[in-house]
């Protein structure tokens, strides 16, 4: 039988008023009357089962917002992953979600977040960057065992974009040294990508033989020939295209390719054989989501980016797929690279930072020789 708790307060309390008389027992029917209808407000609240815990605001409202803070170049990802995701947790968990982004240099990104931008999750260019909002107490350590494949979501390698037929022959790294080549990429002070494009550059030299005086020659000479610096990756794939400036733009190969899927003709594209692997991290911003009680969605979505459907959808805007399966299916598109190292090559990016980007280091001393 269901037990009542209403009538166990009603038999209670004829009990005990049997003992009072008069005013007393008046007294005492208002108070009591009072308890009653409070137990029963609470009655109607309280799980019968008290081992079962409360719900988090996250898991049991009707609507929940979280905040992806993301780098330049994915927008066109994430603009159809977003939806199917809020589709699927919709249909799964019946509770609307809301996912604001913003977008724009990967440096930019991690300092504004340290600075208070609101982000329960981050998806940028390079580790270094989700490090830096880690330092800050943001993150926990060991953010990059909280996803499958060490936190890295996409990949993808440096790619040459020349003006239409190519017509200063440029195929390779060292041609952008040549003397009358202008060349565009971004700053890396305040562009992952063009941290990527440097170290490509450095590369091409230090890792097929020559030593660290050629390397620096030669990147000393390449960013002779850059005539302007723009913030990010996205604005420099405008200034060359849509000003016109530049004979050549270092750029992620996915968006070379996406350009190309979209039916732009005004270049041609190479992907030189010597590349390195771009290798771009998530992570859930552990004190923005304890504080917006949204661990549990946020960990979902990040958990979502993995799987083939998301995964297709970074390939359909060029990123090479972490997952074997999209991988496999979609190989074709992507062109062959001989000689493939990362930034494991150049001692990780605390040591990279440290060497190429800090104030004073190499990049500022190439910058101030006279370029």
Avoid: C
């Amino acid at each position: 039988m269901k037990h009542d708790p209403s009538q166990a307060i009603k038999s209670f309390l004829t009990k005990l008023s049997g003992f009072l008389t008069g005013s007393s027992r008046r007294r005492f029917t208002l108070i009591a009357l009072a308890s009653a209808i409070f137990a029963l407000s609470i009655s109607t609240v309280l799980p019968v089962n008290s081992q079962q815990k409360p719900q988090l605001i996250s898991q049991g409202a009707k609507k929940v917002e979280l905040t992806l803070v993301s780098y330049a170049v994915t927008q066109a990802a994430y603009s159809k992953i977003i939806p199917q995701f809020v589709a699927k947790w919709k249909r799964e968990k019946n509770q609307d979600v809301v996912i604001q982004q913003s977008y724009g240099g990967s440096g930019s990104q991690a300092r504004a977040v340290i600075d208070g931008l609101d982000a329960d999750i981050v998806a940028l260019a390079l580790a270094l960057d989700v490090n830096k909002i880690q330092q800050a107490g943001l993150i926990k350590p060991g953010w990059e065992k909280e996803a499958p494949n060490g936190a890295i979501v996409t990949r993808s390698v440096a790619s040459l974009m020349t003006r239409k037929g190519n017509p200063k022959k440029i195929n390779n790294w060292s041609d952008l040294a040549k003397p009358g080549v202008k060349v565009i990429t971004a700053n890396p002070k305040t562009s992952g990508g063009a941290r990527w494009n440097f170290l490509v550059l450095w590369g091409a030299v230090s890792q097929t033989g020559g030593n660290e005086q050629k390397a620096r020659q030669f990147v000393t000479q390449v960013y002779k020939n850059v005539p302007v610096l723009p913030k990010d990756a996205r604005e420099a794939t405008d200034v060359f295209f849509k000003q016109g400036q530049g004979d050549v733009l270092i750029n992620y190969e996915n968006e070379m390719i996406l350009a190309q899927e979209k039916g732009q003709t005004n270049f041609t594209g190479i992907v030189p054989t010597v590349n390195i692997s771009i290798d771009s991290p998530v992570a859930v911003v552990d004190a923005n989501v304890d504080k917006h009680k949204t661990r549990a969605v946020a960990e979902a979505f990040v958990k979502y980016l993995y799987t083939p459907e998301a995964q297709r959808e970074f390939a359909k805007v060029g990123f090479r797929s972490v997952n074997p399966t999209i991988a496999k299916e979609t190989a074709s598109k992507y062109p062959k690279v001989n000689r493939l190292f990362t930034v494991s090559n150049f001692g990780g990016w605390d040591t990279v930072q440290k060497k190429f980007f800090n104030d004073g280091a190499i990049f500022d001393q190439i910058q101030g020789s006279g370029r």
